[in-house]
């Protein structure tokens, strides 16, 4: 196969998924940028250019800034969690020699083959504010001053949505952390030893 005959197989081998892509992500997403500039509901057929308005409008929301201050808790929080639990989990599944490796290995990885969708769902049941396993197990135990609303109380919700997003991600990076661990030889280990590294 020469190199123009090669290109054009190429060509056609990207085009279905580029026109895929342009189709139902690159459009609505230009779309969208253009429909900030107007006045419309949606849903009827009067539709006004009003340019800079409803960035003004913005700027002005309260509410518009504690979502951004959320989502700013959480992309600080939720890396460091996981990156710090994925990287102890590892060292430890690797240099322990556990001989149950292989089943903490799928029990941690679990969670990130599951649906977002079976995820809400299965943290929404454990923190519901009155059948929720947490609260029950916090009945349970005696610690009645811990039962929350988890998702209905601002002082709870964003580190009670933290937890079942590291839950969900730990497992990926701590397998990509022991792949490169396992990577490391172990003359380097021991030459750390001898020149007296510890743990």
């Not at 690159?26 to 800079?52: K, R």
């Not at 060292?91 to 083959?113: A, D, G, M, Q, S």
């Not at 792949?179 to 030889?185: E, F, Y």
Request: proline share 4%; hydrophobic share 55%; aromatic share 18%.
């Amino acid at each position: 196969m020469n190199t123009k005959s090669r290109q054009w197989f190429l060509v056609f081998c990207t085009l279905p998924a580029l026109i895929l892509f342009s189709k139902f992500a690159l459009y609505p997403f230009l779309q969208a940028i253009v429909m900030a500039f107007y006045d419309w509901s949606g849903m009827s057929d009067e539709i006004t250019f009003v340019g800079l308005r409803n960035f003004e409008t913005l700027i002005h929301d309260p509410k518009v800034w504690q979502s951004l201050t959320n989502n700013l808790f959480l992309l600080i929080f939720v890396p460091a969690i996981t990156m710090g639990l994925s990287l102890l989990f590892a060292v430890l599944l690797t240099r322990r020699k556990l001989r149950e490796t292989t089943f903490y290995r799928t029990i941690f990885f679990f969670p990130n083959v599951l649906a977002i969708v079976v995820i809400s769902i299965l943290w929404s049941f454990i923190y519901h504010p009155t059948f929720g396993i947490l609260n029950s197990f916090l009945d349970a135990a005696g610690l009645n001053s811990w039962i929350h609303a988890w998702l209905g109380e601002k002082s709870t919700v964003l580190w009670a949505l933290i937890l079942p997003m590291v839950w969900q991600a730990v497992g990926y990076y701590m397998i990509i952390y022991i792949a490169a661990i396992q990577g490391i030889p172990n003359d380097i280990y021991e030459a750390a030893v001898i020149d007296g590294a510890g743990e």
